[in-house]
């Protein structure tokens, strides 16, 4: 589901843009000769919003989900953690289809399945000149582009369920957005276990929450904690919060007055001996 041989520099700098009326050809449908095809030896980035989708429709938790159908690769010179969808060892395919019936969670299949053969890019520093465009993966091994089959580009995000994606995932891309990941400071291990932990694996996040002192370290809303409980979009947008003030040290929580004034108690005592 990716373009395999393009970088975002030659994309943003080399690709015929599209805008949301403009128009491409395409259909994609069972009779195809290369039906499935293009599920096969890819690299699909989950967001956490995919994740999310995916482990509510398999009936699994998060950790379990993680664990069976995902890789986290990090190098040496990558900043940001992502997590990767994992394909078949042997068949190198997607581990949800099948050549006969397509994608068996095609419902809640990822924003990348939802997008193809459309790509997004933007640059880094956007302008009213230079701003977020679209642009068609023509690939040899899919045939979907020689159907007579004309759509738009808002059609086909509309069609894909592409909004409901991008709505839930405006905290996650403000994330990863953040001027943080422009300087020379890289996360320490036990800061990529937290951002892993807080974006995808959201199950634990809940225990780390839930079962520690959490919340009387930090003041929170009373419903926004009921409200977190049991609505994992509710929890992970606290936990898009809770990065911001743990990894970029910004003021988005509010820490329990309780606990400044302890301290400043002890403080006071420990001066005072």
């Excluded at 977190?228 to 743990?246: C, G, H, P």
């Amino acid at each position: 589901m990716t373009e395999k041989k393009a970088n975002p520099e030659s994309i943003i700098r080399d690709y015929p843009r599209l805008g949301p009326d403009d128009s491409f050809s395409f259909r994609c449908y069972q009779s195809l000769e290369c039906f499935t095809n293009c599920c096969n030896d890819v690299s699909i980035v989950l967001t956490p919003y995919d994740i999310l989708r995916m482990k509510h429709a398999l009936e699994m938790d998060s950790s379990s989900f993680l664990e069976k159908y995902t890789i986290s690769p990090f190098t040496k010179d990558q900043k940001v953690p992502v997590v990767l969808l994992k394909m078949d060892k042997e068949t190198k395919n997607c581990p949800f289809v099948s050549s006969e019936k397509g994608c068996g969670i095609y419902e809640n299949r990822p924003w990348a399945c939802r997008m193809y053969p459309l790509g997004m890019a933007e640059p880094d520093n956007p302008t009213p000149e230079d701003r977020r465009f679209y642009f068609l993966m023509k690939e040899d091994i899919c045939l979907g582009h020689n159907e007579d089959h004309s759509i738009t580009v808002s059609e086909w995000i509309t069609e894909q369920g592409i909004e409901e994606y991008d709505a839930y995932g405006t905290p996650f891309k403000e994330l990863m957005l953040h001027s943080f990941w422009n300087g020379e400071e890289a996360l320490k291990p036990e800061q990529i276990d937290m951002y892993h932990m807080a974006c995808y694996d959201l199950d634990r996040f809940r225990r780390f929450v839930f079962e520690t002192r959490f919340f009387q370290l930090f003041d929170v809303d009373e419903d926004r904690i009921e409200a977190m409980r049991n609505n994992d979009m509710e929890l992970s947008d606290f936990a898009m919060q809770w990065l911001k003030f743990s990894l970029f040290k910004e003021q988005s929580m509010k820490i329990n007055r309780s606990v400044i004034e302890s301290k400043l108690g002890n403080g006071v005592k420990n001066g005072a001996k």
